[in-house]
């Protein structure tokens, strides 16, 4: 009797950890699969007074140039700022270019901190010229963004670099990228963690179809 009850025992203790095994996975893959964070990932312009550690930076930096990209050519550049003083400067900088405009009134709200949406870090992604340019670098930003979702940080794409880049008051912020010669500033994404919660903006799924035969 006591050598059967040792069986049930032991059968109850492997259940339980085969269970536990199987729960762990599944949580795991919870937190951290890729269709999760694609589903979790929204444009974040409210960012935490927090710095990012640089360590979560190069990790994101990295994830982006394991992107695929035409040929292998890996034609991209990845400028990281992180510098609160860059960041300030470049926004003193260039609102003091379109003082009076309505770019000014534009970015000037209560909540204003900096032209990079608040962001406390910017991903500067430049490129050269080319017939798969820009599939390219579109597919190192959304490894960078997903990575971000994982990692518990907001993104944001901002194209309005461009624009801003061009004033010629910023000539001196835009050479400190230090692009390669051939290479131009094509977007940037801005990085923090969240200080807003955003619902998923609805998504028309007609756009999708089957092609028969």
Same mark, same amino acid.
């Given at each position: ?16 950890? !085969? ?26 312009? %409210? ?13 994101? %930096?990295?994830?982006?140039?394991? %992107?695929?990209? !035409? ?10 700022? =992180?510098?609160?003083?860059?960041? =300030? ?31 406390? %870090?910017?991903?500067?992604?430049? !490129? ?5 340019? =820009? ?31 061009? *004033?010629?008051?910023?000539? *001196? ?14 977007? !940037? ?14 998504? =028309? ?6 092609? *028969?035969?």
């Amino acid at each position: 009797m006591v050598e059967v009850m040792k069986q049930i025992v032991c059968l109850l203790a492997l259940c339980v950890t !085969a269970l536990l095994s199987v729960w762990m996975v599944t949580e795991s893959q919870k937190k951290s699969g890729v269709i999760d964070a694609i589903e979790a990932r929204r444009s974040i312009r %409210a960012y935490k007074d927090a710095p990012v550690e640089r360590e979560k930076l190069q990790l994101l %930096a990295e994830c982006g140039v394991k %992107a695929p990209s !035409a040929m292998n050519r890996q034609e991209w550049e990845i400028r990281i700022v =992180d510098s609160k003083e860059w960041i =300030d400067g470049c926004t003193a900088t260039y609102l003091k270019a379109v003082e009076g405009t309505d770019k000014a009134k534009y970015m000037l709200t209560p909540t204003f901190k900096n032209i990079f949406r608040n962001a406390p %870090a910017v991903i500067f992604v430049g !490129a050269p010229e080319g017939e798969f340019s =820009d599939l390219n670098i579109g597919l190192l930003g959304e490894n960078i963004m997903l990575a971000a979702t994982e990692l518990g940080l907001g993104t944001c794409c901002l194209g309005s670099v461009l624009s801003i880049f061009a *004033e010629p008051e910023m000539v *001196e912020y835009a050479k400190k990228l230090n692009f390669s010669e051939g290479y131009r500033l094509r977007y !940037a994404l801005a990085v923090g963690y969240p200080d807003e919660s955003p619902e998923a903006k609805p998504r =028309d799924m007609s756009k999708i179809a089957y092609v *028969e035969w």
